[in-house]
T-cell receptor, first 116, second 115 residues
Framework: AQKVTQAQTEISVVEKEDVTLDCVYE???????LFWYKQPPSGELVFLIR??????QNEISGRYSWNFQKSTSSFNFTITASQVVDSAVYFC?????????????FGGGTRVLVKP | EAGVTQFPSHSVIEKGQTVTLRCDPI?????LYWYRRVMGKEIKFLLH????????ESGMPNNRFLAERTGGTYSTLKVQPAELEDSGVYFC?????????????FGPGTRLTVL
């Protein structure tokens, strides 16, 4: 069975600080996808990134960066120089690969509060 | 292009009543998913449609929940009769049918409160 664990339930930082969100996953599949979604106060889930299990390159997109380490089954997310608009709940998720349209298994989410 | 829409945004009902949630996926998306988040817990998969067919309904909690997707367009999720533990946020998502790629676009969710 697949499982995603986000050990941090809530993180509070002051604006401009960096914040790292941890994500650890379990799967028996050799090929899978990992995702991060953001849920702002408006409620919708906003897609941030997808990573294939065979691609361990880290990725940077603006102030966001992701560190995928297959050896430790982790897919951590860092926000650099945080801003108030980054306040949201962030979810890490996992799905099987090999066939389109497979369900996502989510972690419990980490609430990030960025104070001005 | 319009995103995934859900109706209503909020619903407050009493235990024993019936509620129907609606999801309109992105046009052209064959895959449609329902998920829900019960207070304080993770978002959990309920079921998956490919066009009008149920591909996977392993996450449906019990037979009080009935999902339909007539004509392969919008979907409804009916809860009858509603129980207190059904309270939570129900998300719908859709994705294009493409092998090996699975970006799901989510709607804003329906917050269901059962009193």
């Amino acid at each position: 069975a697949q499982k995603v664990t986000q050990a941090q339930t809530e993180i509070s930082v002051v604006e401009k600080e960096d914040v790292t969100l941890d994500c650890v996953y379990e799967t028996r599949d050799t090929t899978y996808y990992l995702f991060w979604y953001k849920q702002p106060p408006s409620g919708e889930l906003v897609f941030l990134i997808r990573r294939n299990s065979f691609d361990e390159q880290n990725e940077i997109s603006g102030r966001y960066s992701w560190n995928f380490q297959k050896s430790t089954s982790s897919f951590n997310f860092t926000i650099t120089a945080s801003q108030v608009v980054d306040s949201a709940v962030y979810f890490c998720a996992l799905s099987e690969a090999g066939a389109a349209g497979n369900k996502l298994t989510f972690g419990g989410g980490t609430r990030v509060l960025v104070k001005p | 292009e319009a995103g995934v829409t859900q109706f209503p945004s909020h619903s407050v009902i009493e235990k024993g009543q019936t509620v129907t949630l609606r999801c309109d996926p992105i046009s052209g998306h064959d895959n449609l998913y329902w998920y829900r988040r019960v207070m304080g817990k993770e978002i959990k998969f309920l079921l998956h449609f490919v066009k009008e067919s149920k591909q996977d309904e392993s996450g449906m909690p019990n037979n009080r929940f009935l999902a339909e997707r007539t004509g392969g367009t919008y979907s409804t999720l009916k809860v009858q009769p509603a129980e207190l533990e059904d309270s939570g946020v129900y998300f719908c998502a859709s994705s294009f049918e493409r092998r090996g790629y699975n970006e799901q676009f989510f709607g804003p969710g329906t917050r269901l409160t059962v009193l």
